[in-house]
């Protein structure tokens, strides 16, 4: 069954770095839309950055020039590069993974879309 981890959490003064990881154990890595989200306390859950199998990428405004995502399919691996992390980044990180009924159809590949699968989540601490 597929599974997804996310590894890579941790607590980082303003300005720094982290790169959070998730492991798609079992997800086909083909006509997928994958993501990171982030949930912080008292907040709803938001978008931080898709890929689309083809390599289309799209970020939040938030994050735009300080986060990279990207995607190795041999290791069926997805990688969120934070850098120049503020203490608004503080959340819990998500990445979500489905694959796509129209895989040429990059649109599809969006925030709103439904995400059949999810990982538990690694908590991201950014202090002033």
């Known amino acids: 069954q597929v599974q997804l981890v996310e590894s890579g959490g941790g607590s980082v003064q303003a300005g720094g770095s982290l790169r959070l990881t998730c492991s798609a154990s079992q997800f086909p890595m083909n006509d997928y839309c994958m993501a990171w989200f982030r949930q912080a306390p008292g907040k709803e859950r938001e978008g931080v950055a898709t890929v689309h199998w083809h390599g289309r990428k799209n970020y939040a405004d938030s994050v735009k020039a300080r986060f990279t995502i990207y995607v190795d399919n041999v290791k069926n691996t997805l990688w969120l590069q934070m850098d120049n992390l503020k203490p608004e980044d503080t959340a819990t990180y998500y990445c979500?993974?489905?694959?796509?009924?129209?895989?040429?159809?990059?649109?599809?590949?969006?925030?709103?879309?439904?995400?059949?699968?999810w990982g538990q989540g690694t908590q991201v601490t950014v202090s002033s």
């Open positions: 979500a993974a489905e694959t796509l009924q129209i895989p040429w159809d990059w649109s599809e590949c969006r925030f709103n879309r439904d995400f059949g699968y």
